[in-house]
């Protein structure tokens, strides 16, 4: 059984930073792959940032050189280092996970395992 539980959200003025934690319990080969999806009201959920478990990564371009994912294989953390925050940024942020990093990793629908998310707002 996966669980994944995120904390860190909050709210900031633009310019400045959060950062958000998940907890990964469960099965490790089935989570290999890990990251952030986001959800504005109105909009459909649209990816933020996957890391795979050798450390590769890949970023929306609408936060290349703000945000930075990493995480902690001992500890089975995953973080979102959020930088320069935008109103645009505003939205509930979920953990997701997935064997694998290749494929549609873009696409919600292949990620089986979902947070129950945290809501980060910025400010202007």
């Known amino acids: 059984q996966v669980q994944l539980v995120e904390s860190g959200g909050g709210s900031v003025q633009a310019g400045g930073s959060l950062r958000l934690s998940c907890a990964v319990f469960?099965?490790?080969?089935?989570?290999?792959?890990r990251g952030w999806f986001r959800q504005s009201p109105g909009k459909e959920r649209e990816v933020v940032a996957i890391?795979?478990?050798?450390?590769?990564?890949n970023y929306a371009d609408s936060v290349k050189g703000r945000f930075t994912i990493s995480q902690d294989n001992a500890k089975n953390t995953l973080t979102l280092q959020m930088n320069s925050l935008k109103p645009a940024d505003t939205a509930m942020y979920y953990c997701?996970?997935?064997?694998?990093?290749?494929?549609?990793?873009?696409?919600?629908?292949?990620?089986?395992?979902w947070g129950q998310g945290t809501q980060v707002t910025v400010s202007s």
């Open positions: 997701v996970a997935r064997s694998w990093c290749g494929g549609s990793w873009w696409l919600p629908a292949v990620y089986p395992y």
């Open positions: 469960g099965y490790s080969y089935s989570t290999y792959c």
């Open positions: 890391i795979g478990n050798d450390g590769s990564t």
